[in-house]
T-cell receptor, first 112, second 114 residues
Framework: DSGVTQTPKHLITATGQRVTLRCSPR?????VYWYQQSLDQGLQFLIQ???????AKGNILERFSAQQFPDLHSELNLSSLELGDSALYFC???????????FGPGTRLLVL | GDSVTQMEGPVTLSEEAFLTINCTYT??????LFWYVQYPGEGLQLLLK?????DKGSNKGFEATYRKETTSFHLEKGSVQVSDSAVYFC?????????????FGKGTKLTVNP
């Protein structure tokens, strides 16, 4: 158990819908990262937050957004969902900087 | 840009066989290097890491040495077990302007047969 929690574990929804994925980092970790794992793209970095502020953006679509709240949990919002958004979404956390990132169990999203 | 290349799988071995999964990287500077493992139906777990040249990371019988000259971080285990069956990802960390992200290889699926 990494100490990073993610909910829900599974999510099935329809095209055009909007969903919210939630992540709670390890106690004491200020950085939260979101990654997408799909069969064709592999593991890709989406976005990083540090203590409530956005620090870096990767290959994140404009239909996707995220935020980190004062209690340091983070949410990833996916809207106008398409079939191709079906993937495993991971959250990771670290203390900061070059420290190791610890991953949650992921949320498996299926868009029908 | 920074990237990681690891050997394509799948790799199938018999129990107690020797394992090598090759990983090479392209990066500006000298990033920390990682191996993560994903067991069936589970998330990513850190297996081992190395933060500077010639460092050797080790865990659960797995080892990898940070080789600056060959820009490599190959994963090895002397005697694999059925329980090692999983997907293994090599990764490096990219730091820029106060932000960090992991860049992953495509993963290598290992199956160990009894």
């Amino acid at each position: 158990d990494s100490g990073v929690t993610q909910t829900p574990k599974h999510l099935i929804t329809a095209t055009g819908q909007r969903v919210t994925l939630r992540c709670s980092p390890r106690s004491g970790d200020l950085s939260v990262y979101w990654y997408q794992q799909s069969l064709d793209q592999g593991l890709q970095f989406l976005i990083q937050y540090y203590n409530g502020e956005e620090r870096a953006k990767g290959n994140i679509l404009e239909r996707f957004s995220a935020q980190q709240f004062p209690d340091l949990h983070s949410e990833l919002n996916l809207s106008s969902l398409e079939l191709g958004d079906s993937a495993l979404y991971f959250c990771a956390s670290s203390v900061s900087g070059q420290e190791t990132q610890y991953f949650g169990p992921g949320t498996r999203l299926l868009v029908l | 840009g920074d990237s990681v290349t690891q050997m394509e799988g799948p790799v199938t071995l018999s129990e107690e066989a020797f394992l090598t999964i090759n990983c090479t990287y392209t990066a500006t500077g000298y990033p920390s290097l990682f191996w993560y493992v994903q067991y069936p139906g589970e998330g990513l777990q850190l297996l081992l890491k190395a933060t500077k040249a010639d460092d050797k990371g080790s865990n659960k019988g797995f080892e990898a040495t940070y080789r600056k000259e060959t820009t490599s971080f190959h994963l090895e285990k002397g005697s694999v077990q059925v329980s090692d069956s999983a997907v293994y990802f090599c990764a490096l960390i990219v730091s820029q302007g106060g932000s960090e992200k992991l860049v992953f290889g495509k993963g290598t699926k290992l199956t160990v047969n009894p």
